[in-house]
């Protein structure tokens, strides 16, 4: 049973940062991608950022020169780290992986549960 959970969500005000941190356990597997969506309130699910297994990394124009996606691979974990945030970086933030677990045939996403990041003006 794979499982990852999101950490680092808080309340901030505009111009701060949060760390975001999502670590994937459970079953023995391999990670390839990893990275992150947002939800906004009304909004549609939002591909944030992600990181391949090699590192290489892609943003959404919109968070471009203020967020950084980076991965531990040793601790299978992946982070977000958000600066200058705006009010309208509010969302749910959901991190997910593309992973294979070891037996299985083919990779699928896993996602984790969500962590709420509200930006104040």
């Known amino acids: 049973q794979v499982q990852l959970v999101e950490s680092g969500g808080g309340l901030v005000q505009a111009g701060g940062s949060l760390r975001l941190s999502c670590p994937a356990s459970?079953?023995?597997?391999?990670?390839?991608?990893m990275g992150w969506y947002r939800q906004a309130p009304g909004k549609k699910r939002e591909l944030v950022a992600t990181i391949t297994s090699d590192s290489s990394t892609n943003y959404v124009d919109s968070v471009k020169g203020r967020f950084t996606i980076s991965r531990d691979n040793a601790k299978n974990t992946v982070y977000l780290q958000m600066n200058s945030l705006k009010p309208e970086d509010t969302a749910v933030y959901y991190c997910?992986?593309?992973?294979?677990?070891?037996?299985?045939?083919?990779?699928?996403?896993?996602w984790g549960q969500g962590t709420q990041v509200t930006v104040s003006s």
């Open positions: 997910y992986a593309d992973l294979r677990v070891h037996g299985s045939r083919w990779s699928k996403d896993y």
């Open positions: 459970g079953s023995d597997f391999s990670i390839n991608a």
